[in-house]
């Protein structure tokens, strides 16, 4: 069974479609890249999987479950943004610990969850620091926190590390892969940095004008595109 499926997924704003029938499965487990230009619905696809935005038609399942009409916080996914969105008046601990909080869950246990996310993201030094004391790096560990400590079946991703400079963009895309290791989770991750999608992929996705031309393995993609726009789009120099 799927982790995730997508059946017809339409989506329009106003009588502009932005999303045109898209279809695909991704299983428990696996790592899903999408690429593709700016401007083909990259991200309005990853809002719809969350909820954050509705589909105009089409039909979206969670480990079977049909979840098109299901609230964002009921589809145990959890999201991480460019944009870190943290808290800026709170600590790490208490961004980590937000979402526990929020579900009422006892201190102790919250407390005992943040410790054992902090360690896993090597980030346990900081618990009492506000984001503004933190670099970039340290502020989208905290926000990958934020996400992992939900226990979300799936991840999204979408351009965590474009805003961070080339060295710790390396670093992190290590972070992420070692994460995706370690919690054996579904993660779906757009970037427009070829050496992530290359080299955190299971498969690549690749889109353009809200459809998709091409899914393959990396190398898959790269040594045999369906099309002269796979082909500019995979080939070109990073
Ligand atoms: P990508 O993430 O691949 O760069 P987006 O999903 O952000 O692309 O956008 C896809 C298209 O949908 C773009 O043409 C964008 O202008 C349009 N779009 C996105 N969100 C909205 C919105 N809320 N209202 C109107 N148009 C939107
Ligand atoms: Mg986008």
Redesign the pocket.
């Known amino acids: 069974m799927s982790q995730l499926s997508l059946r017809s997924i339409r989506k329009a ?2 009588a ?1 479609e ?1 999303i045109r029938g898209i279809d695909l499965d991704v299983a428990e487990g696996e790592f899903v890249v999408f690429v ?10 990853l ?1 719809m999987i969350s909820g954050l ?1 509705d589909v105009t038609s089409g039909e979206i399942n969670i480990a079977g479950r049909d979840v098109t009409q299901v609230a964002p916080a009921e589809r145990e996914i959890a999201m991480v943004f460019q944009s870190y969105a943290l808290f800026p008046h709170m600590t790490v601990a208490e961004n980590i610990g937000f979402g526990l909080k929020l579900a009422r869950r006892p201190r102790d246990e919250i407390r005992k969850k943040v410790d054992d996310v902090a360690a896993v993201l090597q980030i346990g030094q900081l618990l009492d620091r506000t984001p503004r004391e933190l670099s970039g790096g340290q502020r989208q560990r905290v926000a990958i926190g934020r996400a992992i400590i939900r226990q979300p079946r799936i991840f999204l991703f ?1 351009e965590p590390l474009s805003n961070l400079d080339a060295a710790l963009r390396v670093q992190m895309r290590l972070e992420i892969a070692r994460l995706h290791q370690r919690l054996a989770a579904t993660m779906i991750y ?1 970037t427009h940095d070829q050496t992530e999608a290359m080299t955190l992929a299971d498969r690549i996705i690749v ?1 353009n004008k ?1 459809h998709i031309e091409q899914v393959g393995a990396p190398m898959e993609l790269y040594e045999r595109p369906a099309n002269m726009f796979v082909a500019g789009f995979i080939g070109a120099p990073a």
């Open positions: 704003f106003g502009v932005v593709g230009p700016s401007g083909c619905g990259k991200s309005t696809m809002r935005e979408d757009v889109f809200g």
